[in-house]
């Protein structure tokens, strides 16, 4: 790429950013409308998400993120295959951005649980930089690509495995995120925390599933400090998760804590259903670094104010669906993965 085709891709992004955090009247009425297509694309969720990405795009971020690599001169046009997940709002947009901003040529595959958004962004990029209107394709089949950047569930992952395992390619699998407190937390941390949790409905694999708490954690102090959250439980997906599985726990007798909107159970795996949380008790912090580490793999990141030995991205309270643009999925760069290919 040429440093002049770098700075105007750059520029071009930086705009796209200014728009959206301004919305014009047709992206207003797509927020407002893709709940009829997707019930879990509430407004409020999917103008979190343009949001997120509108700061993503500040210009600060962007040369603080590409200033890591050197893009002048490197081999661009491959072709890059993208199968994007559905299971937030623009969840795929980082990785159609990473094709693009390499110079590279998207060959998007979209989700049909968020196939209206992402279209609608590249066009207003588009009319911002008309060089990007031969940079992606919308397709309905994978063909002619270089490599492949698929994003799906484990069972998922193992089909694309089988297809695409000749060519350079990133593929993930299902990731959840937790939460380690150490019982001094403040009401404010955990409130915030909330975030973490019911953002997207919980949806996300930056979302925490689950909780490590020292053992004879004050569960009470929990869901005082999350109350404000309860009005979540009026949303009828949500809802019907909820009583769905509050029903299994009573009728196996399950122990479970309840605040009528949320259930704590214990439990040693990870993903937890929608509507609940998993918890595990620890004695000491040695024991909650072995339990991350034994399924670290799994683990997107970790929320937690403690100093713990381990691999895994820490951030803050209420910040796990707030990631920079250099908080790469599964911890795989994927400006460097095309950068090399």
Known sequence: MSKNNYKIQTNAFIQLGEKLLNPDAQLQEMIKNEKHYNAWFTPENV????????????????????????FIDKPNNKRIGLILAGNLPLVGFHDVLCVLITGNIALIKSSSQDARLIKYILEMLVEIE????????????????????????????????????????????????????SGNETPEQIYSLGFDIFDYFGLGCRNVSKLLVPTGYNFNFFFESIEKFEPIINHHKYNNNYGYNKSIYLVNSDRH??????????????????????????NEIIDAESIINSQSFQIQCIVTKMELKISNQIVDFGKTQQPELWDYADGVDTISFLLNL
Do not use: C
Not at 48 to 67: G, P, R, T, Y
Not at 176 to 181: F, G, I, P, Y
């Open 47 to 70: 103008l979190q998400a343009i949001n997120s990405i509108a700061k993503m795009l500040d210009e600060v971020s962007l040369n603080k993120w590409l200033n890591n690599y050197d």
């Open 130 to 181: 008309q060089s990007f209107i031969n940079l992606y394709y919308f397709v309905d089949r994978l063909e002619g690509f270089d490599a492949i950047i698929a994003t799906g569930s484990n069972n998922s992952s193992r089909y694309f495995s089988y297809y695409f395992g000749n060519v350079p390619h990133i593929i993930r699998k299902n990731r959840n995120s937790l939460a380690v407190l």
């Open 257 to 282: 804590f309840d605040n009528n909107f949320l259930l704590l159970k214990e439990d040693d795996r990870l993903a937890s259903p929608i509507s609940v949380l998993f918890y595990q008790y620890y």
